[in-house]
């Protein structure tokens, strides 16, 4: 199971925007998993916001569709979380992480943290109002 590594969290205003980044721990490159994002907040539940697979296909959930937007860049061996628009209920630690994916499709994409693996110490987002 690969390793993964969040940086780029941080404290804005609503409506603001964030960059955030995942590579693996040993700078290995990141082809053949389905990658998300998710994310915990005190006193919730894990909740996936994003998937996307080898071929591009993407997942979000309902709570970030057209405000947050996940890629990869094969090149930089990195995943990315841009988030548009953040509102102070997407305050939380994200983390990013990692399952074997052999083929591509939204069967694949499960937003069920759960499935996934390799996550490291996250990355705090606050949003204030």
Do not use: H
């Amino acid at each position: 199971q690969v390793q993964l590594v969040e940086a780029g969290g941080g404290s804005v205003r609503s409506g603001g925007f964030l960059r955030l980044s995942c590579t693996a721990s040993d700078g290995g490159a990141l082809n053949g998993y389905c990658l998300q994002w998710f994310r915990l907040a005190p006193g919730k539940e894990r909740e996936g916001v994003a998937v996307t697979d080898d071929a591009g296909g993407t997942t979000y959930a309902d709570s970030v569709k057209g405000r947050f937007t996940i890629s990869r860049d094969y090149a930089r061996r990195t995943l990315y979380l841009e988030m548009y628009s953040l509102k102070p209920e997407d305050t939380a630690m994200y983390y990013c992480a990692a399952k074997s994916c052999p083929y591509s499709g939204s069967y694949y994409r499960t937003l069920n943290p759960s499935s996934y693996g390799g996550w490291g110490q996250g990355t705090q987002v606050t949003v204030r109002g």
